[in-house]
């Protein structure tokens, strides 16, 4: 289920990888529980100490999210969205 409010729209953390361009660099994705969109942000990680959690859902605005065009990805998306939402609280750090 994807909700949209006037908060955004709920997505689930799926996928939490670590950039080959730049050294320090988190990319988290989150994806709609259907799969189909997606909202990544980026991380700099510039110190140990700087503490910035990373939780199990977000909600993004909808004009952020990108779609999801491939059917495997798109499956494997969904598959994890589902399985964060059921195990996890939006909140929950992760």
Do not use: C
Not at 7 to 20: I, K, M, N, Q
Not at 23 to 51: C, H, M, P
């Amino acid at each position: 289920m994807t909700t949209d409010s006037d908060e955004g729209v709920r997505v689930w953390l799926v996928e939490r990888t670590y950039s080959d361009d730049e050294q320090n660099l988190i990319i988290l994705t989150y994806a709609t529980a259907d799969g189909e969109r997606y909202f990544r942000k980026e991380r700099a990680l510039t110190s140990f100490t700087d503490v910035r959690d990373t939780t199990a859902a977000v909600d993004a605005d909808s004009d952020n999210l990108g779609t999801v065009n491939d059917s495997d990805l798109r499956e494997q998306y969904a598959a994890e969205a589902q399985r964060m939402a059921d195990i996890h609280d939006p909140d929950d750090v992760i």
